[in-house]
T-cell receptor, first 115, second 111 residues
Framework: EAQVTQNPRYLITVTGKKLTVTCSQN?????MSWYRQDPGLGLRQIYY???????DKGDVPEGYKVSRKEKRNFPLILESPSPNQTSLYFC??????????????FGAGSRLTVL | GENVEQHPSTLSVQEGDSAVIKCTYS??????FPWYKQELGKRPQLIID?????GEKKDQRIAVTLNKTAKHFSLHITETQPEDSAVYFC??????????FGTGTSLTVIP
């Protein structure tokens, strides 16, 4: 089944404790991206990657890091989480702009709480 | 960067009526406008999209219109059904890689 898989789905952590949210897709998609969803603010793009070893900042990249060492994986790293990073996070992928196909396939979401 | 505004934030309609959600964007370079539906507790899923070289697109009960001059686009749902109840997000993309979403419209269809 074609899908985007995120882990963990739920996480409660404390301020300053580094964490990684993993994202993996099995559709051979070139493009992957991360979003955070907050009430009243919609979805905001954190980072995106057009291909392996190519990453770019989205609208709200502060406090986050990403890497794209393999085509299928795009982990989101919070080096020193703070309470304002409490949010619902979505990973998404698509075939990529080069193919003319921009339809995003989203993962199920990861709800992160930073105390 | 791009700024997308979406209205209304909440919308209630009687089953069978039509629903319209409107979005405006600021960057004239935006050329791709998708709409996503998010049911409660679920992930967003694409329902329809339109590119800037097209003024209108339909898919059964759903249609999207685009006015490039005015920089606004709208989602139209006809003959609404209870299963249309969800949060709808519009988005604009100037590059195909960056996506700017609206703040969402919570649609409730009353049986």
């Amino acid at each position: 089944e074609a899908q985007v898989t995120q882990n963990p789905r739920y996480l409660i952590t404390v301020t300053g404790k580094k964490l990684t949210v993993t994202c993996s897709q099995n559709m051979n998609h070139e493009y992957m991206s991360w979003y955070r969803q907050d009430p009243g603010l919609g979805l905001r793009q954190i980072y995106y990657s057009m291909n392996v070893e190519v990453t770019d900042k989205g609208d709200v990249p502060e406090g986050y890091k990403v890497s794209r060492k393999e085509k299928r994986n795009f982990p989101l790293i919070l080096e020193s989480p703070s309470p304002n990073q409490t949010s619902l996070y979505f990973c998404a992928s698509s075939l990529g702009r080069s193919s003319g196909a921009n339809v995003l396939t989203f993962g199920a979401g990861s709800r992160l709480t930073v105390l | 960067g791009e700024n997308v505004e979406q209205h209304p934030s909440t919308l209630s309609v009687q089953e069978g009526d039509s629903a319209v959600i409107k979005c405006t964007y600021s960057d004239s370079a935006s050329n791709y406008f998708p709409w996503y539906k998010q049911e409660l507790g679920k992930r967003p899923q694409l329902i329809i999209d339109i590119r800037s070289n097209v003024g209108e697109k339909k898919d059964q009960r759903i249609a999207v219109t685009l006015n490039k001059t005015a920089k606004h686009f709208s989602l139209h749902i006809t003959e609404t059904q209870p299963e249309d109840s969800a949060v709808y997000f519009c988005a604009a993309s100037p590059t195909g890689n960056q996506f700017y979403f609206g703040t969402g419209t919570s649609l409730t269809v009353i049986p």
